[in-house]
């Protein structure tokens, strides 16, 4: 399986309003529950007035369209990634799945992946 890294810094924060988010921007996921709007973005696009953030992350995404009969792969990478004390953030799409790490362990978690077989690009 191939895993796509992601070139930008990313942050996950949390935004008072959908009005806060710049939809013209390359690359968002907007998270919208009866208790807030979650954002993730890339760093330098985040919205100045977001109620809470944390930067410092990088990610890569699962190439390639994913089967919904498809089982435990997102499973499976966050384990790997576990085993190694590497915490993640996932986001799903309808054609795949994001893993975001911290910016500190990105090299390292690429390394374990590549170690468990998986292609890096």
Not at 18 to 40: P, R
Not at 78 to 106: C, M, P, Q, R, W
């Amino acid at each position: 399986m191939e895993l796509k890294k992601l070139d930008y810094a990313m942050t996950v924060c949390k935004v008072a309003s959908e009005l806060d988010i710049d939809l013209n921007k390359e690359f968002y996921f907007i998270g919208k529950t009866d208790e807030e709007y979650s954002l993730v973005c890339i760093t330098e696009d985040t919205p100045i007035n977001t109620i809470e953030r944390e930067d410092g992350w990088k990610g890569f995404r699962i190439q390639g369209v994913l089967n919904f009969s498809l089982i435990g792969i997102l499973s499976e990478i966050s384990g790997i990634l576990a085993d190694n004390n590497i915490g993640i953030f996932s986001v799903s799409t309808f054609n795949t799945d994001y893993i975001l790490v911290k910016e500190e362990n990105f090299d390292r978690a690429l390394k374990v992946l590549a170690f468990a077989g998986y292609n890096i690009v």
